[in-house]
């Protein structure tokens, strides 16, 4: 982990799938970009530590600074060259979960198609939620109200449905590692493209949404939220540009 020698640094926070991923020419220009600059690079993703290690072997780039996975249920920062898992960040998300009660209250909901098991973890439960969107997110608000389970609910993508423990989810990552790196607010830039970035962009810091973000992220209006034009990587260099950080 970074010492106290991070404090003056600016920190970029990006989301892998749909923003960081997408046209490799940029990502290579971007992360060539963020080394000359020393910014600390973290990723936050719904992907698990294998799949993101698998990215980061395939496109022989460097490992970042921590990495925020599985929506923000996972925390690990690079140490001896290892991205290793935090396990205060898991102490501080099981407070307040109960993953079998909610896996129960759910279970004759049959538009909710489970995902693979790989996805399902102690803090993660995971489906597929393809029709009747609308309808089905407010049974399961009901439900989850009427039988006070506290959760954080992410619909992504039209597609995707997670349910979190109450403190985790990529904002209470990247707020964690920030208070760990020491950094200040106004150097920190979020990056995202879906619903499972959104509320990253609700915390106040500087946030680039890019070009080919979802709808449920195009249609947001905060106020340090940057709508850049370009997609993928070129438009976190936009939004970078545009903040005056590069
Ligand atoms: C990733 C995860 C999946 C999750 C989705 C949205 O695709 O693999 O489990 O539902 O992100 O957060
Ligand atoms: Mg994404």
Redesign the pocket.
């Known amino acids: 982990m970074r010492d106290a020698s991070t404090v003056d640094k600016k920190l970029i926070c990006a989301d892998l799938?749909g923003t960081l991923i997408g046209d490799d020419d940029a990502m290579y220009k971007l992360l060539g970009i963020i080394d000359s600059q020393d910014f600390l690079l973290v990723f936050s993703?719904?992907?698990?530590l294998r799949?993101t290690l698998a990215f980061i072997d395939e496109k022989i780039i460097r490992k970042p600074d921590a990495c925020i996975c599985?929506?923000g249920t996972e925390v690990y920062f690079l140490q001896e060259g290892e991205l290793t898992l935090d396990n205060g960040w898991s102490q501080i998300i099981s407070q307040d979960w109960d993953r079998e009660k909610i896996v129960r209250l759910l279970a004759d909901i049959k538009e909710l198609l489970w995902?693979d098991e790989e996805?399902q973890t102690r803090f993660?439960i995971?489906?597929?939620l393809r029709e009747n969107q609308d309808e089905v997110l407010k049974e399961i608000i009901h439900r989850l109200e009427k039988a006070k389970l506290k959760t954080i609910i992410?619909y992504?993508?039209g597609e995707?449905?997670?349910f979190l423990p109450l403190k985790s989810s990529k904002a209470g990552a990247i707020k964690y590692i920030i208070d760990k790196f020491n950094l200040k607010r106004q150097d920190v830039v979020v990056c995202g493209d879906?619903?499972?970035d959104l509320d990253m962009f609700t915390l106040g810091f500087k946030g680039i949404i890019v070009g080919n973000a979802q709808p449920e992220l195009k249609n947001f209006n905060g106020e340090n939220a940057y709508h850049a034009v370009a997609q993928y990587s070129a438009g976190i260099i936009e939004g970078l540009r545009h903040f005056d950080f590069i």
């Open positions: 799938d993703t719904g992907r698990h799949s599985l929506v995902q996805w993660k995971s489906y597929f992410i992504s993508c995707f449905l997670d879906s619903g499972n």
